[in-house]
């Protein structure tokens, strides 16, 4: 029996706003028990406090994702355009295991695809070249 879900992040999302909104309120609460003097109420809002923090710790470890899930796209991606090129490419990937926020992951693997062709096309010159200029034959992109 698998223990994972999957979870749209928008709900993280809610959940996160939602957090934010008792916070605000629990700011409040404080400033009347401060007035009120109400020690038994300043105590259980310090619990209530460091319980809210929690809250938001789990939520923002929930929408963490391995950049691995985008990355492993890549070498075959790179092995494809290489070929198409005419380009010989060594390429070595680090820090797969990396976990990353969801919505950051999505935008960074569009401009990661476009800085690999970039590298590629611009970046590496055609095997004969490079042997021309006293380079191995094989690019490295890492």
């Known amino acids: 029996m698998s223990k ?8 993280l999302d ?10 605000i ?3 409040r609460l ?7 003097g109400d020690r038994e109420l300043i105590e259980t809002l310090s619990t209530t406090s460091r319980l809210m923090a929690e809250l938001q710790d789990e939520i923002m470890q929930m929408r963490l994702t391995p950049v691995a899930e985008v990355f ?5 991606m ?3 355009l290489a070929r198409k090129e005419g380009k010989e490419v060594e390429f070595i990937m680090e820090g797969t295991e990396i976990e990353v926020d969801r919505t950051i992951l999505d935008k960074l693997g569009d401009v990661l695809v476009h800085l690999l062709r970039n590298a590629i096309d611009h970046g590496i010159e055609p095997p004969e070249e490079r042997e021309k200029l006293g380079k ?5 992109l890492s």
């Not at 809610?14 to 916070?23: A, C, H, S, Y």
């Not at 404080?30 to 009120?36: H, N, T």
């Open 4 to 11: 994972l879900i999957k979870v749209d992040v928008s709900h």
């Open 78 to 80: 790179v092995r494809s």
């Open 14 to 23: 809610k959940l996160m706003n939602l957090v934010g909104e008792l916070v």
């Open 72 to 76: 492993n796209k890549f070498p075959r």
């Open 25 to 27: 309120n629990k700011g």
């Open 30 to 36: 404080e400033q009347i028990a401060e007035r009120l």
């Open 136 to 140: 191995p034959r094989k690019g490295r």
